[in-house]
């Protein structure tokens, strides 16, 4: 089987065996990537010199008789995250040019556990979107079918390594941006509980909400990305201090006796049928591997999404203020310092300024209590609705997205179609819970369906577990997009 | 509640936005249309709801005053537009009359 399209830990263990290189897999990943990222549009900037340089290192390490968890594992990084010497632009010309003098904790870790970083991927400008389509520089295209949307915000980070261009990848979900693309592209992705994940070197979108997360073609893949990047970081005051746990060994896919809850709130009219077939079929299979299904009530559901419309923009608008062309970025120039900043600003695209509207009209003086405060007000009882599903079951399991992957340009000009493909993965963002996408089979048009997992609080390890068994039980994850759609007359 | 022309442009200007007049009036409209869907959190009754900032609850995170080495200067200014004598360099704030 050719290298690039082994999971992470075949080719952690091949690497381990001796029987292949990390400058040989990294050279195969670069080629790949210069053969097939023209049609699938997924990375922003290749480093490829460095990364032939950080793999020549993993194997003079592996030598010497090192082993670390991601040692010569070539892997691709969200460009909202700061890399040091990388231009990070969060996929807007406002960020043109910047490179950040220090790495974010999270590309500190992987590098610490020896990954090879290739890349820089595509999103939606300043994680603001659900398809890659806001993004400053280009759409990225969905591997399993190049007409499609990957999803979004981290949608390069996704058809990445859905396209076999990274063995894993990261990316940050604020309101659905890593489960969504997982969703999209036949990948297990997940979004830890706020603060399980370090924030330092993370460009800020919506504070309260945002959050690191990792993308794996299998759910071990995802596990392995995920079990060094998490952790406590001093420089991020909300950073959990608690140990972290092997989640790898966790990964038993015994579920006998656990508690599956079923929100009914998230069957609604307008799911797209095969949608909702598949994950009440995944529902069953877990019963049959022994998992009790319950049926539970989340009801401030369908509050989720106004809620979310109104904090995440008005967090947005608070941090977009630093965005003034002084100290970073570039700068145009206008008669006064009041101008240079409205003509700086006039590099945000449509759907920043558009939140950033929103967000400042949400937190100005007389509309404060009746929007924001309000939001807040309503996001307590989202998160209690949790609280209390949680003292009931273990695990809730819904669809990760109403559909699948939809057509580029289809929802572009209408920003609240747009908003509703986050409809499912919002309400984990404003409670205190994690979640996940496990792949759980196709529609009729072979696009991917995502099984959503939602977990308590820094309880990763159990819905990462369900999402073990459920795979092993299925093995949904095996199909390529290579091989199987559009990409095939580029599988070469 | 839609939003009034002189809305879209008191908000702009809060933001410091400069906007045309094609995106005013485009986002006159998308944003009436987003503001009226939050109208539905008018449904419930949430006058003794405790607000929820952050879904993790710390209270001022405090670490011993240890001095540590931060950013070179030449690191801090290597992204700036322009900068001189170690220093961002803008227009001026106040002007001189």
Redesign the interface.
């Known amino acids: 089987m050719e290298l690039a399209f082994l999971t992470l830990t075949e080719l952690r263990d091949a690497l381990r065996r001796g029987d292949t290189t990390s400058v040989e897999v990294t050279q195969t990943m670069l080629d790949r990537i210069v053969n097939v990222d023209n049609d699938i549009k997924s990375y922003l900037s290749i480093t490829d010199e460095m990364a032939l340089e950080q793999a020549a290192a993993a194997d003079a390490r592996r030598a010497s008789g090192e082993d670390k968890p991601l040692l010569g594992i070539p892997v691709a990084v969200k460009d909202i995250i700061c890399t040091q010497g990388i231009e990070t632009t969060a996929g807007s010309k406002i960020l043109q040019g910047f490179v950040p003098p220090y790495d974010a904790f999270v590309v500190r870790q992987l590098k610490k556990a020896g990954a090879v970083i290739l890349g820089k991927t595509n999103t939606d400008e300043f994680a603001m979107g659900s398809s890659t389509e806001n993004s400053a520089y280009f759409t990225t295209r969905n591997p399993w079918n190049l007409e499609r949307v990957p999803g979004g915000s981290s949608g390069g980070s996704a058809a990445a390594v859905a396209g076999c261009l990274a063995f894993g990848a990261l990316g940050t979900d604020t309101g659905g941006s890593v489960r969504q693309p997982a969703s999209f592209c036949n990948l297990v992705g997940l979004r830890p509980t706020y603060g399980r994940m370090s924030r330092w070197g993370v460009v800020a979108f919506a504070s309260s909400l945002d959050q690191v997360g990792a993308f794996g073609r299998t759910v071990a893949d995802c596990t392995a990305i995920f079990q060094v990047t998490a952790g406590y970081d001093r420089r991020d005051s909300t950073s959990i201090n608690q140990p972290v746990p092997d989640y790898e060994a966790a990964l038993d896919g015994s579920i006998a006796g656990l508690k599956v809850g079923v929100p009914e709130e998230y069957f609604i009219e307008g799911i797209q049928p095969e949608v909702e077939q598949a994950v009440r079929a995944a529902i069953d299979k877990l019963a049959e591997l022994g998992a009790e299904i319950h049926r539970i009530n989340l009801p401030h559901t369908q509050y989720a999404l106004p809620v979310y419309y109104l904090i995440a923009p008005a967090e947005a608008s608070a941090n977009l203020a630093r965005y003034d062309g002084v100290r970073y970025g570039p700068r145009v120039e206008g008669q006064d310092l009041l101008e240079t900043y409205k003509e700086t600003r006039a590099l945000f695209g449509p759907e920043v300024k558009r939140r950033i509207m929103l967000g400042t009209y949400a937190l100005s003086a007389g509309y404060y209590e009746a929007y924001y405060g309000k939001a807040l007000k309503v996001r307590t009882l989202i998160k209690n609705d949790f609280l209390r599903a949680f003292e009931q079951v273990d695990v809730i399991a819904a669809p990760t997205s109403p559909t699948t992957a939809f057509k580029i340009g289809e929802r572009i000009d209408d920003p609240l179609s747009m908003y509703l493909a986050d409809i499912f993965t919002l309400p984990v963002n404003l409670s205190a819970t994690c979640g996940l996408s496990v792949p759980c089979g196709f529609d009729e048009a072979g696009l991917p369906i995502g099984l959503q997992l939602i977990g308590n609080t820094l309880d990763e390890a159990t819905i990462l577990n369900v999402a073990y068994a459920y795979e092993q039980a299925t093995g949904w994850h095996k199909q390529l997009a290579i091989g199987h759609s559009s990409l095939t007359e580029l599988h070469s | 509640m839609p939003?009034s022309t002189q809305?879209?442009e008191?908000?702009?200007i809060?933001?410091?936005?400069?906007?045309t007049s094609e995106?005013k009036a485009l986002?006159q409209e998308?944003?009436s249309?987003?503001?009226e869907?939050?109208e539905?959190?008018?449904q419930?009754a949430?006058e003794d709801?405790?607000?929820?900032?952050?879904?993790?609850s710390?209270q001022n995170?405090m670490?011993n005053d240890i001095v540590e080495p931060s950013?070179a200067g030449d690191?801090?200014l290597?992204?700036?537009?322009?900068h001189a004598l170690n220093q961002?360099q803008?227009?001026?704030?106040l002007?001189n009359e």
Do not use: G
Request: aromatic letters at 8%.
């Open positions: 939003l809305d879209v008191k908000i702009a809060l933001a410091r936005l400069k906007l995106e986002y998308q944003l249309a987003v503001l869907y939050a539905r959190l008018n419930l949430i709801v405790p607000p929820t900032a952050s879904a993790v710390l995170v670490r950013l690191d801090v290597y992204n700036a537009p322009k961002f803008i227009k001026a704030v002007d």
